[in-house]
């Protein structure tokens, strides 16, 4: 390491000298690193990486902190619940694993308002095949406070959202038919 040092620093003196004065080059590389910054979303919403298996089921890779996970499930283990603070920025990203057709197996994310029946909207939901399964019912759609749009397999997809301020527990779910019904589900808890 010690010995590319002054390698390094004499490179460093030449990029100073050639960009001294706020060149339009110097202006150029910074317009392209937040180009670069945009496209990697290195900002700082919290990404829940998330993943839909075959078993129709939210998985991740492993315990983290906000988030609450359940029995092991293959490589992964269950998502049971997302812990966040009133109106705090959350991004939800959904890979869907598996080899099926998309007809046959695809995942979503839809949160539902607190009051919303869960069960009662997925069964809707499970209807409305020709809008991705999401309602089109303007009484159903009030209730969704953010939703992905589907992922087939090895496809991801994601949402980022506001959580709410009231404080309380908010069902998601996944409203391919049959999927909430077989578990993929969960609880965002919103805390103070
Ligand atoms: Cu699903």
Avoid: W
């Amino acid at each position: 390491m010690t010995r590319f040092t002054p390698y390094l620093f004499s490179l460093m003196l030449l990029f100073v000298a050639a960009c001294g004065g706020g060149s339009d080059q110097q202006t150029e590389e910074q317009a392209t690193d937040t180009q670069a910054q945009a496209t990697e979303q290195t900002d700082d919403v919290r990404t829940i990486e998330a993943i839909g298996i075959d078993r129709m089921k939210f998985v991740v890779k492993g315990d983290k902190e906000g988030i609450t996970t359940g029995k092991k499930m293959g490589d992964y283990v269950l998502l049971k619940s997302i812990t966040a603070a009133p109106g705090e920025k959350l991004r939800f990203r959904l890979l869907t694993e598996s080899d099926l057709p998309a007809s046959a197996m695809a995942h979503n994310f839809v949160l539902l308002v607190m009051d919303a029946d869960a069960a009662a909207f997925a069964d809707a939901a499970g209807k409305a095949r020709d809008n991705d399964f999401i309602p089109t019912d303007t009484k159903l759609k009030d209730q969704i406070i953010a939703h992905t749009d589907l992922a087939a397999g090895g496809e991801t997809v994601e949402i980022t959202f506001t959580a709410p301020e009231e404080t309380g527990e908010y069902e998601y779910i996944c409203s391919f038919p049959g999927h909430y019904a077989s578990g993929m589900k969960g609880i965002l808890k919103v805390e103070e």
